[in-house]
């Protein structure tokens, strides 16, 4: 193992420049020659890479975004886009790659790994709905955004005695609304994994919260139900307050990195190049009960990973 490339793939997540200057910098350090790859697979297809150093991560750990760019590329899911990779890597001498994206872009990873080019996958996605992995690099940081957007909303719709009605990301994964739902105090919480009824769990909470006084309300849900705007609009007619949605959108993918997040993608991002040099391939880097581990990518993404209902009961009692 003489050179590495690192990219980035997919929905950007706060935390992946962190990785990124992980990985060039325990690279570097071990001897190793690190590629940056631009703009995920194309880079890679299009052979659209720097020679990176110690200097060209500096000043990125606390940056959201991605200094390499990311996308999603339908062409590396063909054969031909494949096999321009693989010459990219053969004619760059590229002996080992790490890739920080979700589980779209570890596909990407085991594919080109079957075809001789040794890959390790980092989970970098605010949805956090990574089987193997406890938490995903950006998910933290974009939890405590929606926390800190929903408290805004909740000062003018205290002021008003409204009911917001949020929408927040996750893909179909209900991570992120339900921590955020937690962290906010949310009267109703609307998730793909668990079944609601409208009536029951958003309508007759707010009947009963205001029998008890309550005045204003936050309802968070997840991209995965939407229509947000409709349920505002039957709220406002079925209890009479007055309601407003808000759908936060990619403001929850930007912003600088929590601690626990930089933490999180350093160790991530050094034990990838530790099991590069230890001559491994297709393997994903995790943490569980933060311990660090690795698993092998299809392995991985065969995993399935539970919602805790114990929390969303909680939620739900604490919450009216
Ligand atoms: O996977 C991250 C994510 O932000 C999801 O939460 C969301 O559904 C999706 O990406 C949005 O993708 P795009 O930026 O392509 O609109």
Known sequence: MKTIGVLTSGGDAPGMNAAIRAVVRAGIENGLTVYGIRRGYNGLMEDDMYQMDLRSVSDIINRG?????????????????????????????????????????????????????????????????????????????????????????????????????????GRGAGYLVLGAGIACGATSILMPEVPFDFERDVIERMKRTQRSKKVHFVIMVSEAIGGVHDMAKR????????????????????????????????????????????????????TQKDKILDFDIYEALNMTKSIDTNLYKMAMEISI
């Open 65 to 169: 975004g991605t200094i390499l760019y990311s996308a999603r590329s339908k062409r590396f899911m063909t054969e031909e886009g494949m096999q321009a990779a693989v010459r990219t890597c053969r004619e760059k001498g590229i002996d080992g790659i790490v890739v920080i994206g979700g589980d779209g872009s570890f596909r990407g990873a085991r594919d080109l790994s079957l075809h001789g080019v040794p890959c390790i996958a980092i989970p970098g996605t605010i949805d956090n709905d990574i089987a193997c992995c406890d938490r995903t690099i950006g998910f933290d940081t974009a939890m405590n955004t929606v926390v800190e957007m929903v408290d805004r909303i909740r000062d003018t719709t205290e002021s008003h005695d409204r009911c917001a009605v949020v929408e927040v990301m």
């Open 235 to 286: 709220i406002q007619e079925e209890t009479g307050v007055e309601s407003r949605a808000t759908v936060l959108g990619h403001v929850q993918r930007g912003g600088h990195p929590t601690a626990a997040d930089r933490i999180l993608a350093s160790r991530l991002g050094y034990h990838a190049v530790e099991l590069l040099l230890a001559g491994a391939s297709n393997r994903v880097v995790a």
